[in-house]
């Protein structure tokens, strides 16, 4: 946090100017001039956004403000995301570019890749049609009916969406790296009447078999008719249950390939998927998002971030299963008619020149990634992109945590060149796409090292204090969008009364997104962490209570408490502080086997990097568990304020905890 607070400090001028970038000058004024007047027009300037998509229905209005926090964007307006995404393309010269490059993990002896797949955009139409004639036809899948995917990174994954999204169904995709509970609370949640998967798929040279992890969700899941399985790898002893599972490729077999299923014409407001995220509490959020409002901020923000244009080869390497994934592998690069890299495997399988090469092979030019990523690849030095070229990228942007300005720069200098537009895009699953970043699509600003840059066109965001009021450059706040966007969430699948607590009614009239951030003298925006409970592991969203509450869901605990601490790595990882029943002893074992319950229960990137074995956690006297106090025995922060602490001991057994730990760390 020092150092990002060095940096905010600096005046323009120490700031990497770039102003060589595609020979284009730099032009922070006329940047804020453009910022302002779309503010002064707000709609008006979202609707000149929405005209460049095609419409089956134009919006009678832009903005349904009539009840907020419940906005609705483009009202009356009709549109099909998989139309704009494919058929819109093979009308034009299009048709037979490539729309997916896809590249699975294994490798041969002289490390090239043996499973690749090219799908034109005429080759993605005509899947398309056939997996929405599946969904349709043979499983009767209608409008409204919420289906769940839990896929790897195959190309099967993006075209089900499409395929979904055709016929106005509502995807619910669950990150496969999920486990099996997980997977059930999402399923049953949503209500989903068929469940997608794959018999397995190779990470790291292992193969992971997804099918039996949906076999176990179903005992805890109800509502399911039917589960489709695509044959990734082709196992031969995957367990079908007849009558309820199909294989993909068994029900493929009795489609035409040139089947058509007409686009159904979905208003704006149609929801196109529910995501689900971590919150403040043990269950998970269902982050609804609509159509059209979703389409016009992903396709803006393609423009103006990643300036896409028809030569370049994009590739972002988040999972599917995250928001990043939905909005800018699956809908982003193919509304723009790009050319889409995906990748099934481990970033450093069979080596750590795994990203590099893929890179060098298609010659991609727009590469979004993240600081945990850039970090872990630090680490093994630069030698190994070294060993490829990688000129032809010209625009590199992070997302999904802060990043120190130490990646930026080892990024920026190893990865770009030194030539290449490089910046940290700020947005969440609740804001559907990009709301914070510097928009080389329109005007150059100068980067700063870790910053994430003026807000968007279109977004009013601002910095304040507890009371609601703007802070000074420089002081830390809470993070605000002051004015709806056009791929804000669309509420809470079946909570409208959490959607509306948790995010409006911290501030009145204002989205309170849960960051701390600042602003510094030039109007950057610097987010630096959550300002709740929940923690980003390697960049993915965990909430505290929820690993919390799998701990406890087991037979020998008590009580638990978790918190995250910086790891120069993956940003932050967990760790629990744990009270065990009476009776119960603590061991080795136990320690073991309580982590293997986080990661059965959730999944691998839940599972705690320490347990700490504690007789009490630190509480106010009204019984709330201070994890604050936590944190800073583990980090060696200063306590701060303890005057509400009920039982000082507790930090003191928390710290020798602690430091016990420590000292076998080291020895051994
Ligand atoms: C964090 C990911 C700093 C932030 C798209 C936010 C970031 C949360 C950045 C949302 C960034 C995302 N710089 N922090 N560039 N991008 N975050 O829902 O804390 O998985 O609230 O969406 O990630 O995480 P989510």
New binding site residues.
Partial sequence: MQTIQKETELPFEEYIMNNKWQGRSIDVKSYWQFHAKSLENFEEFWASVAKELEWFKPWDKVLDASNPPFYKWFVGGRLNLSYLAVDRHVKTWRKNKLAIEWEGEPVDDAGYPTDRRKLTYYDLFREVNRVACMLKCNFGIKKGDRITLYLPMIPELPITMLAAWRIGAITNVVFSGFSADALAERINDSQSRIVITADGFWRRGKVVRLKEVVDQALEKASGVEHVIVYPRLGLKDTPMTEGRDYLWTKVMQGIKPNVYIEPEPVESEHPSFILY?SGTTGKPKGIVHDTGGWAVHVYATMKWVFDIRDDDVYWCTADIG???GHSYVVLGPLLMGATNIIYEGAPDYPQPDRWWSIIERYGVTIFYTSPTAIRMFMRYGEEWPRRHDLSTLRIIH??????NPEAWRWAYRVLGGEKVAFG???????TGGIVISHAPGLYLVPMKPGT?GPPLPGFEVDVVDDSGKPVPPGVRGYLVIKRPWPGMLHGIWGDPERYIKTYWSRFPGMFY???YAIKDQDGYIW?L??ADEVI?VA???LGTYELESTLVGHKAVAEAAVVGVPDPVKGEVPIAFVVLKQGVAPSEELRKELREHVRKTIGPIAEPAQIFFVTKLPKTRSGKIMRRLLKAVATGAPLGDVTTLEDETSVEEAKKAYQELRAEVEKA
Avoid: F
């Fill in positions: 995220t995250w928001v990043t992070s997302v999904g945590e802060p990043i940290s895009t700020w947005w969440m699953t609740e994430n997104a849960g960051d987010v962490g959550r980003k960049g993915h969203r």
